[in-house]
């Protein structure tokens, strides 16, 4: 090769090995490129990792009393998980009939809501479901239509269909129902790759123990801890706090009339079978108390290997909701009605009906707070899960309400309202009288009476009216001023309308004209309060304390403040909330605290009293009657209205007794409740709710007593008298039992 060609050859060498250069570094900028814009992509695509989010739920808040004293909370409990993404490949059946023998082996159940029980000796099925339990046969129903089956398909056609959708045809007819029903309830939970499906609940630590020991044969179960309502004083206004339960289906999915389906709590962030309040005031104040829920998240790479699990958000505790009440003074209440209840039978009732129910409200005369909210007989929270068919068949009905919800006929407690309307609209003054004669002569063919217990014929002016709770009186004035203005003055005091409380309480109802079966003598009937009015015993206590207000009604309220569940920060406070006013002219509250301290004054349980007390009794007639000999008889509910004291109003109270008789059998039960109450003020009172430094008026009784603590002279005798065919009851009243009818109380 010449000089020539040689260098010829040399460049096309460095020719050559420029173009390599440029070309190599193309493909570094593109790669460098590539790298910087879509580095990320190519880092997923590489891995091939999918992220996979799980709600981890939020300690619910507690619910403490005035003192900070816990009534409900959040406990942890541990419940059996499956994760389906942890499962791989295991076969599914196969490991839900390993959990099945670990659980049973530690006598747990599992989740099964299937209605239909293991099948008899020649392989058939029959629904679990009670013929009389609407709620079982609603579930029923529905269990069907989820399965597309028609109304009329038998526990062996549903049965024949979960087999066929499950593939459960290999199996023993006692695995066929286990895995049936485990398979229904992860379709109810929409168990997936993103929805755990929880399959025992609550179980014991030698379950968790069990589990955990066969981890390595169960890939995929979880032990999980959970928030789980517990009630610390479980007998403190149980019917008031309500209840907490699973988000069922008929309140996940709504169809109205329409057709139109939506899914109201998915929307606020709730999951399937969450628990959510359903009643009381775990339901009333579910957002406050619900806390703000975390979130897990596990990646998992394309060979289905678990890379990363981290807990993404925190869970946030939800807020403590504070009520008015002292869980002391509760107790005390209850305590206190109970005793009374147990003293009216043992002392007065020898008949067939016995004293067997009633309900005492306290209120604070300040801001209308409720100090104490009792019914008797009551339940406890921690045996309702338990004993709940007990007590849904106690005939007593310990689970009713009948504080908030109980509907009674007033009777003569209701007189003060007449007295307030007639002396406010200038009907009537102090001295004005009216002239009883027992017989109430107005109408030629109706002439109620009046017992005059404490009075004889003659004139009778508004405080002695009251005092002695003479019926002619009330029947002249009542008649003058006609229902419709005594009703209006009553509204105002709290009577036949809403309190105002955060949870479900009944409305009652006033004698009106617009009744169906008014005739003209019920109003007289009515300002005696019979006839077809009815109230609450809340009611009878926010009256009492509008009263001791001199006209001005608050609202009626149970809960304090909300606080912040890690600092006990206060985030919001309930404040007095006024909700009307009858306008205080002249001396019309004076008159009437004047009538209703005397009526305190007639009961020896009352009249001896450190403090003044200013009550009103009534002794309404019920439905029920009896024969004494050849008379007829109706039994009769103890009713009374009280505040005290009267220097200066601290506490207003409305009782019920059913079937209790006399008015002023109460007074003991009035009076250990304001000994309570001071107790509480001086810090004598006790925990367990009796008094440490100080003897109740029951505590002076002695047990074989047979002489009642009370006179029952004025105002604490029921009458013997012609009930009026025209003063019935409401429909409300029928409904709820409690309530009386057409009598000529005192």
């Avoid at 009520?323 to 005390?332: E, N, Y």
């Avoid at 509250?589 to 004047?594: C, E, S, T, V, Y």
Wanted: charged letters at 20%; proline letters at 3%; glycine letters at 8%.
């Amino acid at each position: 090769m010449n000089q020539d060609e040689r260098k010829t050859a040399v460049r096309r060498m460095m020719l050559l090995i420029a173009a390599a250069a440029v070309i190599i570094g193309l493909y570094g900028f593109r790669l460098i490129f590539l790298q910087l814009v879509n580095g990320d992509s190519f880092t997923a695509q590489a891995t091939n990792t999918t992220d996979y989010k799980f709600t981890v739920t939020a300690a619910r808040g507690d619910i403490v009393d005035s003192k900070g004293e816990r009534i409900a909370s959040s406990t942890t409990g541990y419940s059996v998980v499956l994760n389906k993404l942890l499962m791989g490949d295991e076969d599914l059946d196969t490991m839900l009939q390993k959990i099945v023998g670990l659980l049973g082996k530690n006598g747990e159940s599992w989740n099964d809501s299937l209605l239909i029980g293991q099948p008899d000796a020649a392989g058939h099925y029959e629904f679990t479901a009670a013929s009389d339990n609407a709620a079982e046969q609603k579930a029923l129903a529905a269990m069907k239509d989820n399965l597309g089956l028609q109304q009329y398909a038998t526990a062996d056609d549903v049965m024949e269909k979960l087999v066929e959708d499950y593939d459960l045809a290999d199996f023993s007819l006692y695995w066929q129902r286990v895995l049936s029903g485990i398979h229904y309830e992860m379709q109810l939970q929409a168990f997936s790759n993103v929805n755990n499906f929880v399959m025992a609940e609550n179980v014991s630590e030698a379950t968790v123990a069990t589990i955990k020991e066969n981890s390595l044969s169960l890939p995929g179960v979880e032990i999980v801890g959970t928030s789980t309502r517990s009630y610390e004083q479980g007998t403190v206004l149980p019917h008031v706090l309500g209840r907490v339960g699973k988000i069922t289906a008929e309140k996940w999915k709504v169809t109205d009339e329409n057709g139109q389906t939506t899914y109201p709590l998915r929307e606020k962030g709730y999951n399937m079978n969450d628990i959510i309040g359903i009643s009381g005031l775990e339901s009333a104040y579910e957002d406050e108390l619900r806390g703000k829920d975390g979130v897990e998240t596990i990646t998992r790479n394309s060979d289905g290997v678990i890379v990363d699990t981290a807990l993404t958000t925190v869970p946030e505790p939800g807020h403590t909701v504070q009520l008015t009440i002292d869980s002391r003074f509760q107790k005390a209440v209850d305590k206190a009605l109970a005793e009374n209840i147990d003293m009216i039978n043992r002392v007065y009732n020898t008949g067939s009906m016995k004293a067997a129910a009633g309900a005492a409200v306290v209120l604070d005369v300040k801001d209308g707070s409720v100090l104490a909210a009792s019914n008797y007989p009551s339940f406890d929270q921690n045996l309702y899960a338990t004993q709940y068919s007990e007590y849904s068949a106690d005939e007593s009905l310990p689970l009713f309400n009948r504080a908030l919800q109980g509907l009674y006929t007033p009777g003569s407690t209701f007189k003060p309202a007449v007295a307030i309307a007639a002396l406010d609209t200038g009907l009537i003054n102090r001295y004005s009288t009216v002239n009883c004669t027992r017989v109430y002569t107005y109408y030629k063919d109706y002439r109620p009476k009046c017992t005059q217990h404490g009075h004889g014929n003659g004139p009778i002016d508004v405080v002695n009216a009251i005092k002695w709770s003479c019926n002619v009186f009330f029947y002249d004035v009542g008649r003058r001023l006609t229902s419709d203005v005594y009703d209006a003055y009553a509204y105002k005091l709290g009577l036949g309308q809403r309190t105002g409380v955060e949870v479900s309480e009944a409305v009652g109802h006033l004698t009106s004209k617009n009744d169906s079966n008014y005739m003209e003598s019920l109003d007289i009937q009515a300002a005696i309060g019979q006839g077809n009015t009815v109230v609450t015993p809340v009611q009878l206590a926010t009256y009492a304390a509008t009263i001791a207000n001199r006209g001005t009604r608050y609202r009626t309220h149970f809960v304090k403040a909300i606080l912040d569940s890690n600092t006990g920060e206060v985030l919001q406070e309930t404040q007095p909330e006024v909700m009307d006013v009858i306008e205080d002219k002249g001396e019309t509250f004076d008159l009437i605290q004047q009538g209703m301290i005397g009526v305190s004054q007639t009961i020896s349980a009352l009249a001896n009293y450190p403090y003044t007390i200013a009550c009103k009794t009534g002794t309404p007639q019920r439905s029920e009657g009896y024969y004494s000999g050849s008379s007829y008889r109706h039994y009769t509910n103890t009713m009374m209205i009280a505040y005290g004291p009267t220097e200066d109003a601290q506490i207003a109270i409305g009782i019920v007794v059913e079937y209790g008789g006399g008015g002023a059998r109460a007074g003991n039960l009035m009076a250990d409740i304001f000994n309570a109450y001071f107790a509480m003020q001086d810090g004598t009172l006790n925990e367990d709710g009796t008094i440490g430094k100080q003897e109740t008026a029951a505590d002076s009784t002695p047990a074989d007593q047979t002489a009642p603590a009370q006179t029952e002279t004025g105002t604490d005798t029921a009458a013997d008298t012609t009930t009026d065919p025209a003063a019935g009851t409401t429909d409300a009243a029928q409904e709820t039992a409690p309530a009386g009818q057409d009598a000529l109380d005192n």
